[in-house]
């Protein structure tokens, strides 16, 4: 056809216009199999670093990493946290790091790397060191760094930048672990409601638990004190306890539990027999124990067990506050 | 049908587009680590080289000659994107694994190469049939290369594992795809040869 300017932009025109309306189609088509087989593949990636569970939660962004929340019955299995290091070899390493709520490391699945085959890439491939030195153990409690940089894991051989990368990630993905956990802990605790007025929230470092200072102008109003029991029905029964100077307990809120839904859970409740007995008394002047084993403290009904460790975590509490308030 | 088959064996053997026309090389080094990858990226590039090749033979004659690399360009970089959306569906490991250059197909020279060369001025279905045996080329010769990468570097073909332990791993990184590239080559040009 002959080159004149209307003939190549009339050309030009219907040929993208056609190709563009292809592409869209196309797109539209393939839309839906896309997200499938990468969500599918984030599913799989979760099942594969968790122990088993039943629900998941979506993608919730935290510290700049992705984390999934595992549950079964409404109970956290643990955490799926996908991490993204930019320092590998060969640009990102993007991993998912299986946490169990005490923040042991479950498993570690690569979920997309570029390093060198058969050297960084290996830390995709089935049993690797690297691997492994994660697996099992407590997040806390290690040093996230490779060996040759004083710490705790074992790098692949002649890969040494990739695992870093892929420590990096995994430490990054532990802060938003850590972010998580600690907000679950605290749990959106209502300190007004635990604490006389006050203006300052003091977080006091104590080697013997966590206490919270309440300061209005400059002096000390009262404070909150964590204690726990491990004899709860199911295990740990972690409280918020209010005290105010004079040692008495203003309000009592539970952070952690995993009692029997309907009954042992009543002790979450605002007003309940265990919190009535116990709220606005002097804590030195209360025996902790349940009413019919020679103590102030109405027990919830059935709910024996978990009563007893509920008073036991708030005598834990009252220990603490009589060495922090001299 | 004598000249048609001319047409397609020419693409495999006398216009092999590796070993004699030494076209496309970025991929052919980069993407050759496995025996699957390569054959992976020349499947995809043998579809996006036969679809241009029709389209642009059916537009050969409405396309004004002095646009015709744009509107060739277009055709192809819609075909690439296809194939990029349907690896994406269906086919995401390889996908991920082939990463940048299933994009970057669009600049493979070889499809750029035949359009102007061979579909611009030949009937629809020659332009298939080169089309085909240009990839089919294409396709042979990259999962040959990553055959013996595969096998001398990883000691597996096709991911089966052939012997306990690991190869050379220089066969798997870039000097490898040269030193494979080479001597291929040269094991080409012996063989052809004694045809002609």
Request: net charge negative; proline share 2%.
């Amino acid at each position: 056809m002959k080159s004149s300017l209307k003939n190549m932009v009339l050309m030009l025109c219907i040929i993208a216009l056609v190709c563009s309306a292809a592409v869209a189609g196309v797109y539209q088509l393939t839309k839906e199999p896309i997200a499938a087989a990468q969500s599918q593949k984030v599913v799989d990636a979760i099942r594969k670093v968790l122990p088993a569970f039943e629900d998941c939660s979506e993608r919730m962004e935290v510290a700049g990493c992705g984390l999934y929340e595992a549950t079964t019955d409404g109970k956290i299995v643990g955490y799926a946290v996908e991490a993204t290091s930019p320092n590998g070899f060969s640009g990102n390493v993007t991993i998912m790091v299986g946490f169990t709520a005490d923040g042991t490391i479950y498993n570690v699945e690569v979920l997309s790397q570029a390093e060198t085959p058969g050297l960084g890439a290996n830390m995709a491939s089935e049993g690797n060191v690297l691997v492994a030195s994660f697996v099992g153990k407590v997040a806390g409690e290690m040093n996230m760094t490779v060996k040759k940089d004083g710490g705790d894991v074992d790098a692949l051989t002649a890969a040494t930048i990739s695992s870093r990368a892929f420590s990096e990630a995994v430490s990054f993905a532990y802060a938003a672990f850590l972010e998580v956990s600690e907000e679950n802990s605290k749990g959106g605790v209502d300190f007004a409601s635990l604490l006389p007025a006050h203006d300052t929230l003091e977080n006091v470092e104590s080697a013997d638990g966590v206490v919270y200072r309440a300061i209005l102008e400059g002096q000390t109003v009262g404070y909150a004190i964590e204690g726990s029991s491990m004899k709860g029905f199911n295990g740990l029964v972690k409280v918020l306890v209010g005290f105010d100077v004079d040692g008495s307990i203003i309000n009592i809120a539970v952070l952690e539990q995993n009692e029997t839904p309907g009954l042992g859970t009543k002790m979450c409740d605002a007003d309940n027999a265990l919190i009535a007995s116990l709220k606005g008394k002097k804590a030195s002047a209360t025996r902790f124990a349940l009413k019919n084993e020679g103590g102030d403290v109405d027990a919830l009904t059935s709910a024996t067990v978990s009563s007893r460790a509920y008073v036991e975590a708030v005598e834990a509490a009252y220990q603490l506050f009589k060495k922090v308030n001299l | 049908m004598g000249k048609n088959l001319k047409i397609f064996t020419d693409g495999v053997l006398k216009n092999n587009p590796i070993f004699v026309l030494v076209l496309g090389m970025c991929p052919t080094l980069a993407t050759t680590t496995s025996a699957i990858n390569g054959m992976g990226m020349g499947i995809a590039t043998l579809f996006v080289l036969v679809m241009s090749n029709i389209v642009i033979s059916l537009l050969k004659n409405v396309i004004p000659d002095k646009v015709r690399i744009p509107a060739y360009i277009v055709v192809i970089s819609s075909f690439v994107t296809v194939v990029q959306l349907l690896m994406q569906a269906y086919v995401q490991d390889l996908y991920n694994t082939l990463g940048v250059f299933i994009p970057l197909i669009v600049v493979n020279c070889i499809i750029l190469g035949r359009a102007e060369a061979f579909a611009s001025k030949n009937s629809v279905g020659a332009s298939a049939l080169d089309g085909l045996g240009i990839g089919l080329g294409f396709t042979l010769s990259l999962t040959i290369i990553g055959m013996v990468r595969e096998i001398l570097g990883s000691g597996s073909v096709f991911g089966m594992d052939l012997w306990q332990g690991d190869g050379a791993l220089i066969f798997i990184l870039s000097p490898g795809a040269f030193f494979v590239l080479g001597y291929l080559m040269i094991v080409f040009r012996k063989l052809t040869a004694k045809k002609n």
